[in-house]
């Protein structure tokens, strides 16, 4: 069974083991520096972070037979600040034409922006290769816990969402667009810098072109990772757009890749989560019901627990269907009579 809930002390091994994953920029390779992300989910699931531009909220994915976390994901309450922006690209076009000789160009343009009172994000997706693509659908449950978990503390957040999804990279397994023009104004890799702002990014602002960006200049291979994700991202990609998230010409200024925006109160899933009583679960149903997480109408402080079950709503009351249900709802400590609620992934 696929146990959902906030991230421990005792996963830090299970993050060191995600953070060696080749091409993987979501996790440091460093020990203490996973410590510390830890402490900051735990300090912000008990309400002890005030400032939302400082609160992290990282959940797992618990195998309870294997005992092992094959996946994380993560929802920060705030992107971009007024000592730490959130910066982009916009993506644009400029249109030139000479009558005198009649030719006519369009050319791709970038231009560097900024926001210092940004939106929520959810980032930080990580599942163990083993499990992806399994019946489970390990991945879908991570990604959506976090909405469950927004939609029950919208106070907690912004008015809109951003995701920021990866780009494609090429065979040395490196960002072209970086190459192209982050190394060339920075003369860092891209993992340097990218370790670099997350501690402090005026570099970006002092050292990155200012103006238009003519993608004319760049090379194909940079021109094409603008705005489109890499092959891994891909049903992250599908997934968000299916709930409600739209690519608006905004891309990573690192590595191009395309970030996706969302009104929180416009996500399809919030606008499914009900609070019910639980009626006797029924073990033995195959059939019907609607897929979806389920978690105690009241958790405890710094506690948020949920599980990925079949259900339906039957004379006003809320049945867990499928040959583990006794088993899910024992997780969570629920059983017949007790409130729960209940958010369907579409």
């Not at 006519?104 to 231009?111: A, Q, R, S």
């Not at 994000?121 to 489970?136: I, P, Q």
């Not at 103006?211 to 940079?222: Q, R």
Request: charged letters at 25%; a neutral charge.
């Amino acid at each position: 069974m696929i146990l959902l809930r906030e991230i421990q002390d005792k996963d830090l091994p299970a993050l060191e083991r995600f953070a060696q994953i080749p091409g993987l920029f979501n996790l440091p390779d460093d020990r203490d520096q996973l410590k510390q992300r830890i402490h900051k989910s735990q300090q912000s699931f008990l309400g002890k972070v005030k400032d939302r531009s400082e609160t992290k909220y990282i959940f797992v994915a618990e195998d309870t037979d294997a005992g092992e976390v094959i996946a994380t994901a993560m929802i920060a309450g705030q992107h971009g600040t007024e000592g730490a922006p959130h910066f982009y690209f916009q993506v644009g076009s400029e249109e030139k034409f000479s009558k005198t000789i009649s030719t006519g160009f369009i050319h791709g343009t970038l231009d560097l922006k900024w926001d210092t009172d940004g939106p929520s994000e959810v980032g930080g997706l990580v599942v163990d290769a083993g499990v992806r693509n399994t019946e489970e659908r390990v991945g879908r449950q991570i990604s959506f816990v976090r909405f469950l978990f927004l939609g029950l503390n919208r106070q907690l957040f912004k008015n809109r969402l951003i995701a920021e999804l990866l780009p494609p990279l090429n065979k040395r397994g490196q960002s072209p667009l970086w190459e192209a023009i982050g190394r060339r104004f920075t003369n860092m890799d891209y993992w340097e810098a990218d370790r670099l702002c997350g501690q402090n990014k005026e570099f970006i602002l002092s050292l990155f072109p200012t103006g238009k960006v003519y993608t004319t200049f760049l090379s194909a291979e940079a021109r094409h990772a603008i705005g489109k994700v890499g092959g891994q991202t891909t049903p992250v990609f599908h997934m968000l757009t299916k709930i409600g998230f739209k690519y608006q010409d905004q891309v990573d200024p690192f590595d191009g890749g395309p970030h996706l925006w969302v009104n929180i109160d416009d996500l399809k899933p919030l606008k499914g989560i009900s609070e019910y009583t639980l009626a006797s679960p029924e073990t033995a149903a195959l059939e019907g019901g609607q897929e979806g997480l389920l978690c105690p109408a009241k958790q405890g402080l710094g506690r948020f627990r949920a599980v990925s079950v079949r259900a339906l709503v039957k004379a006003g009351a809320l049945v867990v269907l499928g040959a583990e249900a006794d088993i899910k709802l024992a997780a969570l400590e629920l059983r017949e009579g007790a409130r729960a609620v209940f958010m369907p992934y579409y």
